[in-house]
């Protein structure tokens, strides 16, 4: 059974530029919640998607969207990328919104130059 | 505002010693409560649960314990091994329209001494 799967590992972009990290649930899932986890810090919520909609969204500027496909994978963009933006993203899968029960991924190591 | 406080930012044991992490959360709403541990490289792996109907939990040297009426909870890890060395999350899970996040603790990064 796998678990929840990301690409890319790693990223290296420049101010300015886009990204686009993806992520696949857990077989079963169909929730999947974004989170970013800058160097020493714990992960903090972007925004959880469902039934291909955005359910919440932390506090984060829109630069940051998503989207979820009917296999229930799932995209993170950033736009006009920021130093600040340089973090672990992380992707965690539940079932249904109420499924408290999150399971993460290994992450996406973006680094914005 | 949702926040959860966690302590000890760092903890040095000695192998087969105990160690006991502290959080305290503010949304008296928050009822499932989970521990991540996260080594380096990696995304945080769930080791233990306790939702608010309980007061702890035990899963062989791991236990959990909750005390709703202080918004307190704690992670004890008994007989401590070289191996349970990592960053250890502890998080809150908060409800908005039927959908739940987590807010996490800063972590405590444990070391195990040989």
């Known amino acids: 059974d796998a678990g929840v799967t990301q690409s890319p590992t790693h990223l290296i972009k420049t101010r300015g530029q886009q990204v686009t990290l993806r992520c696949s649930p857990k077989?079963?899932?169909?929730?999947v919640s974004w989170y970013q986890q800058a160097l020493g810090q714990g992960p903090q919520f972007i925004f959880q998607?469902?039934?291909?909609?955005?359910?919440q969204r932390g506090n984060f500027p829109d630069r940051f969207s998503g989207h979820q496909f009917p296999n229930y994978s799932s995209e993170l963009n950033v736009n006009a990328l920021l130093l600040g933006d340089s973090a672990l993203y992380l992707c965690?899968?539940?079932f249904g919104t109420g499924g408290k029960t999150q399971y993460f991924g290994p992450g996406t190591r973006l680094l914005v130059l | 505002g949702e926040n959860v406080e966690q302590h000890p930012s760092t903890l040095s044991v000695q192998e087969g010693d105990s160690a006991v992490i502290k959080c305290t959360y503010s949304?008296?709403?928050?009822?499932?409560f989970p521990w991540y541990k996260q080594e380096l490289g990696k995304g945080p792996q769930l080791i233990i649960d306790i939702r608010s109907n309980v007061g702890e939990k035990k899963d062989q040297r791991i236990a959990v314990t909750l005390n709703k009426t202080a918004k307190h909870f704690s992670l004890h890890i008994t007989e401590t091994q070289p191996e349970d060395s990592a960053v250890y999350f502890c998080a809150a899970s908060t409800a908005r329209d039927s959908s739940y996040k987590l807010i996490f603790g800063s972590g405590t990064r444990l070391l195990v001494r040989p």
């Open positions: 077989s079963g899932h169909d929730t």
């Open positions: 998607y469902y039934e291909e909609e955005e359910r």
């Open positions: 949304d008296s709403a928050s009822n499932y």
């Open positions: 965690a899968s539940s």
